[in-house]
Antibody, heavy 121, light 109 residues
Framework: QVQLVQSGAEVKKPGASVKVSCKAS????????ISWVRQAPGQTFEWMGW????????KYELNLQDRVTLTTDTSTSTAYMELRSLRPDDTAVYYC??????????????WGQGTLVTVSS | SHVLTQPLSVSVAPGKTARITCGGK??????VHWYQQKPGQAPVLVIY???DRPSGIPDRFSGSNSGDTATLTIRRVEAGDEADYYC????????????FGTGTKVTVL
C-alpha cells in the first residue's frame, strides 16, 4: 500500500533553515509528483510547491519561492523540502502528499503523517 | 486569486444528510477536490475531480460543482464522519494557483 513517512518534529530558531524528508513506498516513486503543504495551528492549508521525480521539474507558491527548495532522491524514493530564513509564522505542520500525476499538478491522493516545525527564539 | 469560502460549521443528526458548500467565483469551471481531516491526523481524499470517489470511500460521500459553488454531500451521516472538511482547486491562471477552502467542521449531534 502507498505510504509516505516523514521525518520527525523540529524546533528551530528564527533565521535558521529546516529540511523535512518524505520517504515513499508502495508505488513507483518516479510515476507521481509530490506536493508539499503546510497547516499553521487552527488554520487551513497552504500549498508550498510541487516536484516530479520523473523529470525534476518544480513549481513553487509565489510567496515562498525565494525561501523553499524541493528535491528528490530517486535512489531512496525520498522527497525533501528545505525552508530557509525561518520566521515564527512558519510554525506549522508540514505535509508531503503524492500527486496522482507525474507530469503536472492534479490531485493529492495520499498524504504523509505530517512534521511539526516550531520556530521560536 | 481565488478564495474558496466554506461555512465554519455544519451540525447534523446521525442518519441525516450533511451538505458542505465551497464558494468561489466561477469555481464550476475548475476541478474541485475534497479532503477529510480528523483531529491530529493527516488529510484523507474523499472526493476528486468534483464527483469521483477514491476506492475505500463509502458511496455516502458525493460531490457536485456548478457555477460559483461546489458541494460535498454526506448521506446517512455516521459518528465517524465527524471531522473538518476542506475543498481545494487548482487554477493555473492565478498567481496563487493551488487554493484550499477555509474549512468546515462537521459535528454529528
Amino acid at each position: 500500500q502507498v505510504q509516505l513517512v516523514q521525518s520527525g518534529a523540529e524546533v528551530k530558531k528564527p533565521g535558521a533553515s529546516v529540511k523535512v524528508s518524505c520517504k515513499a513506498s508502495g508505488y513507483t516513486f518516479s510515476s507521481n509528483g509530490i506536493s508539499w503543504v503546510r497547516q499553521a495551528p487552527g488554520q487551513t492549508f497552504e500549498w508550498m510547491g510541487w516536484i516530479t521525480p520523473y523529470s525534476g521539474d518544480t513549481k513553487y507558491e509565489l510567496n515562498l519561492q525565494d525561501r523553499v527548495t524541493l528535491t528528490t532522491d530517486t535512489s531512496t524514493s525520498t522527497a525533501y523540502m528545505e525552508l530557509r530564513s525561518l520566521r515564527p509564522d512558519d510554525t506549522a505542520v508540514y505535509y508531503c502528499a503524492r500527486d496522482a500525476s507525474a507530469y503536472d499538478i492534479s490531485v493529492a491522493d495520499y498524504w504523509g503523517q505530517g512534521t511539526l516545525v516550531t520556530v521560536s527564539s | 486569486s481565488h478564495v474558496l469560502t466554506q461555512p465554519l460549521s455544519v451540525s447534523v443528526a446521525p442518519g441525516k444528510t450533511a451538505r458542505i458548500t465551497c464558494g468561489g467565483k466561477d469555481v464550476g469551471s475548475k476541478s474541485v477536490h475534497w479532503y477529510q481531516q480528523k483531529p491530529g491526523q493527516a488529510p484523507v481524499l474523499v472526493i476528486y475531480y468534483d464527483d469521483d470517489r477514491p476506492s475505500g470511500i463509502p458511496d455516502r460521500f458525493s460531490g457536485s460543482n456548478s457555477g460559483d459553488t461546489a458541494t460535498l454531500t454526506i448521506r446517512r451521516v455516521e459518528a465517524g464522519d465527524e471531522a473538518d472538511y476542506y475543498c481545494q482547486m487548482w487554477d493555473d491562471n492565478s498567481d496563487h494557483p493551488y487554493v484550499f477552502g477555509t474549512g468546515t467542521k462537521v459535528t454529528v449531534l
